[in-house]
């Protein structure tokens, strides 16, 4: 064989070789489906635990001629969360949240709240994934007519936390928020949040054998 040819055959076999050698990297790569960042259509769905503080600035009360009394500092808060998220960087989530807490003449009053918002995440070390979220919801109370009535408005919130993804199956998470709200006097009213739930996760796609 012309040694030109035969050199020439060599390179190209070497060429393919090569080739075939970074294409199986890659789809070794692309395997690697433990890592969140390369999961897609992810649901989640679980509950949450934590803290709301109102304001005392907050305009959530039914008379007017009665004011709107001071809640408790702090109310214990409970509620639901579903999460859809179509690429592991976005999604999109609603909530649903129940605070019992007592007024400052000691009346019983259950402020609560649905909503639902953005989140943006960004996943690192394959399982972490701190996030942002902003979005607009109800927020409203239910009390007696002697404490506030009943009352709701449009409130609004920001808030940033992370999650941990402990198994392809649950997701343990940490929030913490702003919450705005129409205030007395046209003002506005500020309300902070702070939770810790969990989710079980569906749809994480698995490593092939």
């Known amino acids: 064989m012309n040694p030109t040819r035969r050199n020439g055959l060599i390179a190209l076999v070497a060429g393919l070789m090569l080739l075939g050698s970074v294409q199986v990297a890659s789809a070794d790569k692309k395997a690697d489906l433990s890592d969140v960042k390369n999961q897609q259509h992810l649901i989640e769905f679980g509950m949450f635990l934590g803290g709301f503080f109102p304001s005392g600035d ?64 960004l996943p690192l070390m394959k399982r972490f994934a701190p996030f942002l979220v902003a979005g607009a919801g109800l927020l409203g109370v239910t009390s007696s007519d002697e404490a506030i009535g009943e009352a709701n408005g449009v409130a609004w919130y920001y808030g940033i936390g992370f999650k941990w993804y402990a198994t392809t199956s649950l997701a343990l998470r940490i929030d913490l928020r702003h919450n705005m709200s129409p205030g007395r006097n046209n003002a506005v009213a500020h309300h902070a949040e702070v939770l810790a739930g969990f989710a079980w996760v569906w749809n994480w796609a698995k490593d092939s054998d």
Do not use: C, K
């Open 58 to 121: 907050h305009n959530l009360y039914q008379d007017v001629t009665l004011g709107a009394p001071d809640f408790s500092t702090g109310s214990l808060e409970v509620g639901l969360r579903f999460s859809y998220l179509p690429i592991a960087y976005v999604g999109l989530e609603v909530e649903g949240a129940w605070m019992p807490n007592r007024t400052e003449t000691d009346e019983h009053s259950f402020l609560y709240a649905v909503r639902g918002h953005v989140i943006g995440q």
